[in-house]
């Protein structure tokens, strides 16, 4: 059994969302669609702390995607098995040519933001493909979200973002082997998940 997700080190991410970036080329999305963006946990302006200054701040940045959830709850919630987790790697993936647009996964799914739907015909700013020639072919009328690069571990390759993080913030592998780092991580350091309380068993953790 397989059990792939991430941890990510929130005391050293510093939101230069070159993860997000990566994932975006790496798939390549169409404008204004984003699997995975880098929030500020602080003040109410992107990049600002909260609490009064100067003794008195506090920060931290969280990359946040799909969780890839032990239990998803938008794989129980879709009609036709568009949605669905991966029986051999835990991966949460999204057949597209299924998907009837319902978006009942969206609404299911606890993590506000973490996927999106494809209004029109997806549109790029460039007039050629940049991604993975591998890469999902986006539609229109259908629900996308992070894949966690599956046509690259297919490939016995990581995830583009885990590939390119700068500050060694970001960690991939499986937790069903006890041996491999983030297995080691989570035990050895302190972490939080995203709504732990909504029994979904996300698949992604965050030092602290």
């Not at 510093?14 to 946990?41: H, Q």
């Not at 499986?174 to 029994?199: A, M, N, T, W, Y």
Request: glycine share 8%; with cysteine.
């Amino acid at each position: 059994m397989t059990r792939y997700g991430f941890v990510v080190d929130t005391t050293r991410c510093v939101g230069c969302n070159f993860c997000s970036m990566a994932c975006k080329v790496e798939n390549n999305l169409p404008d204004s669609i984003w699997w995975s963006r880098a929030y500020t946990d602080g003040g109410e302006v992107e990049q600002t702390p909260a609490g009064e200054w100067p003794d008195n701040l506090s920060m931290s940045l969280m990359t946040v995607a799909c969780q890839h959830c032990d239990d998803p709850a938008c794989a129980k919630a879709c009609p036709v098995g568009a949605t669905y987790k991966d029986a051999d790697t835990g991966i949460v993936r999204q057949d597209y040519d299924k998907c009837i647009g319902c978006r009942m996964c969206m609404t299911a799914c606890p993590y506000t933001g973490v996927r999106t739907f494809n209004w029109e015909e997806p549109k790029y700013f460039l007039d050629f493909p940049v991604g993975n020639v591998d890469a999902p072919k986006h539609q229109k009328g259908v629900v996308e979200k992070c894949t966690m690069c599956w046509h690259r571990i297919a490939k016995g390759e990581r995830p583009a973002c885990a590939d390119v993080c700068r500050e060694m913030a970001r960690f991939w592998g499986d937790f069903d082997d006890p041996d491999s780092d983030v297995s080691k991580l989570i035990r050895e350091r302190p972490f939080k998940q995203l709504l732990p309380e909504k029994g979904t068993g996300p698949c992604v953790y965050y030092l602290v």
